[in-house]
């Protein structure tokens, strides 16, 4: 690069994030990237410890994530400050399992790990899920890690387990994961292995809301975000595989397809894991590739790597929940 090359690069990035804001986040190789719709970088962040599963603060003066190289349902948390760089260890459990020491009936000893971070609204606390894994580092299944919300006050670092996500249907703990806070900040959208519910930010009640009766091509349903503080984007699908992606009033357990608003960007889809709104923009996931589209146009913005998401979630004006 040619001489003042590096703060010509500087210069236009800062000029670039100023004329279009960053919406999009993703890990890749243990660094994130803060990203515009079209998929151009405004930042790239690398730290001592490489950063897997992680959440952005609404004001990108923070990030929440989970180590790479950790077990497959979770680690600690750890944070970041994002103006000086810093980071901190940010749990110090265990909350929920109270004696990790404890045996099980087949004399597994037990610890805690940490995973799915989501910062509320204002970007005082974080929602995160709780399991247990074998402390010896061995394999285990969902439903053996399967445990609790929690929510952590990031000024005090006071955990607060949410009780209601204690006993599921079946009363006992359910594999719940991926946390959204509501627009408001009110409440709290989480799914299960199957199946979806809402819980108030302080975790007093938890209210069902997949479909009480699934379609018969259909054995499986998930919730993928909010839309407004109103409604909810759902996916059914048979084996874990998304086969219609649906809009949800919080009033209703029967979700409308979303073909009207998404459809486009849902054609020639393969292996949708995940479908996000915010502002005008769509999100689409596979495993391996995620996709921006402009929801008034129409049009393809950018590509990303797998398990982007966006940075900040606004509502969608142009999706309307009756």
């Known amino acids: ?5 590096n703060l010509l ?38 730290t001592s410890v490489p950063i897997c599963d992680f959440a952005v603060a609404r004001d990108f003066s923070k990030v929440v994530f989970v180590p790479c190289n950790t077990n497959r349902y979770g680690g600690e948390l750890h944070i970041l400050d994002l103006k000086t760089g810093e980071v901190e260890r940010l749990t110090h459990g265990p909350y ?15 610890r805690e790990v940490y995973a799915n971070p989501e910062f509320s609204p204002d970007g005082s606390r974080i929602v995160f ?14 439903i053996e890690a399967s445990g609790p919300l929690a929510t952590m006050d990031l000024d005090t670092r006071r955990v607060q387990i949410l009780k209601s996500t204690l006993d599921v249907s079946v009363h006992e703990p359910a594999f719940a994961n991926h946390p959204k806070w509501s627009l408001d900040g009110r409440q709290i959208l ?31 349903s998930t919730a993928f975000g909010w839309v407004t503080d109103r409604c909810i984007l759902t996916a059914l699908g048979r084996d874990g595989n998304v086969g ?21 960007a849902l054609e020639n889809q393969q292996d949708i894991e995940s479908v996000q709104v915010s502002g005008n923009f769509a999100l689409v996931c596979s495993e391996k590739q995620c996709q921006v589209f402009d929801l008034r146009s129409r049009h393809s913005l950018g590509r990303f ?7 900040q979630t606004t509502q969608c004006p142009l999706i309307q929940c009756r």
């Open 244 to 264: 219609l992606v649906g809009i949800q009033l919080l009033t209703s357990r029967h979700p409308e397809p979303a073909s009207k608003w998404l459809g486009f």
């Open 305 to 311: 790597p797998g398990g982007a998401r966006f940075a």
């Open 190 to 220: 989480v799914s299960f292995e199957s199946g979806y519910a809402v819980v108030p930010s302080d975790g007093t009640t938890l209210r069902e809301l997949d479909p009480t009766d699934l379609p018969d091509d259909s054995n499986w």
């Open 96 to 110: 929920w399992t109270t004696d990790v020491t404890e045996a099980t009936d087949n004399d597994e000893l037990l």
């Open 1 to 5: 690069m040619a001489p003042g090359g």
């Open 9 to 46: 690069f500087v210069v236009l990035a800062a000029a670039l994030a100023r004329a279009t804001p960053p919406q999009v986040a993703y890990a890749e190789n243990g660094v994130l990237h803060i990203a515009t719709a079209a998929g151009i970088v405004v930042r790239a962040i690398k």
């Open 129 to 142: 899920a709780v399991r247990d894994i074998p402390a010896d580092g061995g394999d285990t299944d969902a």
